[in-house]
């Protein structure tokens, strides 16, 4: 009897040891997840921004060439 509940003890802190493992891959990936977003995030906002300077720079394209027109 006494040895089962020592089986049973050493299985529980087995598993234990596998979920504490689980959890610290799962915070990795959770965390390189986040990095990947942030990149990206910080990708589409330089996008946006050279986006709006073609579309200013074309406006004063088009106003130079009525100006000297």
Do not use: C, P
């Not at 990708?43 to 088009?62: G, P």
């Amino acid at each position: 009897m006494e040895q089962d509940i020592l089986i049973s003890i050493n299985d529980i802190l087995t598993s234990t040891k596998e979920w504490e493992w689980i959890n610290v891959v799962a915070l990795g990936v959770a965390v390189g997840a986040l990095i990947i977003a942030s990149g990206s995030h910080q990708a589409a906002l330089r996008a946006k921004k050279a986006v709006t300077f073609d579309e200013r720079f074309s406006v004063y394209k088009d106003a130079e060439k009525f100006l000297t027109d």
